[in-house]
């Protein structure tokens, strides 16, 4: 079966750096993205990945190595606005996005 | 309108009762997907569409059905509700369901209860 695994909750200090780690098991890869959900509200898009690397916009950073099916999304200089849920999802062979439940991260001051 | 828009935002409905959910989006997007968002679980797709005329079952589709006879629209319809059917819809839309960036865009959702 296809399997996408983050941390349920986390929790971090304002102004601090925090790792969200994703790890996924899915048929095929066609690329790795990461929304960000706020309570009551819809996914918005962060990051896209497709090649190995760790691609930088702005305060987040997204990594990924297809080899060892992981993945994680930084966050640099942490703002009580980032206290929201992480959505990992992986784009299997049909193209289709197979989704983690989520982290939610909290942010304290 | 900008991006997705969905209705109703939220329903209470009697078991057994038909319901279609409403989306459109302004983008022109070709393809268009809808999900259901339970706690503790990741956002499961329901029905999707490559592009207008034609649809595709997702991880979970039984209960439901869609039709896009346009770019734009894209309802999602519960024939006879059932309690399990109570969750959170989004409906979402790409340029294309191929590789790429092509990252999807959600609508605000629709909160769904079945009594």
């Known amino acids: 079966g296809q399997n996408i695994d983050q941390p349920t909750e986390m929790t971090a200090t304002e102004g601090a750096i925090v790792q969200i780690n994703c790890t996924y098991q899915?048929?095929?890869?066609?690329?790795l993205f990461w929304y960000q959900q706020h309570a009551g509200e819809a996914p918005t898009f962060l990051s896209y990945?497709?090649l190995d690397g760790l691609e930088e916009k702005g305060r987040f950073s997204s990594f990924l190595s297809r080899s060892k099916g992981y993945s994680y999304l930084l966050l640099k200089e942490l703002q009580m606005k980032d206290s929201a849920s992480y959505l990992c999802?992986?784009?299997?062979?049909?193209?289709?996005?197979?989704w983690g439940a989520g982290t939610k991260l909290i942010i304290k001051p | 309108i900008a991006g997705i828009t969905q209705a109703p935002t939220s329903q209470i409905l009697a078991a057994g009762r038909r319901m279609t959910l409403r989306c459109t989006q302004d983008m022109r997007h070709n393809a268009m997907y809808w999900y259901r968002q339970d706690l503790g679980l990741g956002l499961r797709l329901i029905h999707y569409?490559?592009?207008?005329?034609?649809?595709g079952k997702g991880e979970v589709p039984d209960g439901y059905s869609v039709s896009r006879a346009n770019t734009d629209d894209f309802p999602l319809t519960l024939a006879s509700a059932v309690p399990s059917q109570t969750s959170v819809y989004f409906c979402?839309?790409?340029?294309?369901?191929?590789?790429?960036?092509?990252?999807?865009?959600f609508g605000p959702g629709t909160r769904l209860t079945v009594l």
């Open positions: 999802a992986v784009r299997d062979s049909n193209y289709q996005l197979i």
């Open positions: 979402a839309s790409s340029d294309s369901i191929a590789g790429g960036h092509n990252e999807q865009f």
């Open positions: 899915t048929s095929g890869f066609n690329g």
């Open positions: 569409s490559n592009t207008a005329g034609t649809t």
């Open positions: 990945n497709v």
